[in-house]
Nanobody, 128 residues
Framework: QVQLVESGGGLVQAGGSLRLSCAAS????????MGWFRQAPGKEREFVAH????????YYADSVKGRFTISRDNAKNTVYLQMNSLKPEDTAVYYC?????????????????????WGQGTQVTVSS
């Protein structure tokens, strides 16, 4: 069992930055691939970024590529999402998620169904 707790959300002006954190419980954090998803009002939850268990591979949605950076610190059981050059369309509840599966295809790692554990989410609001 893994419990995930996100933090770091808030209100920021367009062009600003935020760093989200996701703290995980459990001794096996380093064996999980981790993802960030987001859900805007009235929209489906969508993939944002994924990082492999080692941190050696990262993947991004086209909408955030070049602006967001996912990273992890396995010693601290924490995954991060650094968000720069924020836009109003980035406004959403951001969720972190953990998957026990490895060697995921690009399609799979972007799918909510492969993730076994989810956090409660943290609100990010970007004002124009």
């Amino acid at each position: 069992q893994v419990q995930l707790v996100e933090s770091g959300g808030g209100l920021v002006q367009a062009g600003g930055s935020l760093r989200l954190s996701c703290a995980a419980s459990g001794r096996t954090f380093s064996s999980y691939g981790m993802g960030w998803f987001r859900q805007a009002p009235g929209k489906e939850r969508e993939f944002v970024a994924h990082i492999s268990w080692s941190g050696g591979s990262t993947y991004y949605a086209d909408s955030v590529k070049g602006r967001f950076t996912i990273s992890r610190d396995n010693a601290k059981n924490t995954v991060y999402l650094q968000m720069n050059s924020l836009k109003p369309e980035d406004t959403a509840v951001y969720y972190c998620a953990a998957t026990r599966q490895s060697s995921l295809s690009d399609y799979a790692r972007r799918s909510r169904s492969v993730y076994d554990y989810w956090g409660q989410g943290t609100q990010v609001t970007v004002s124009s």
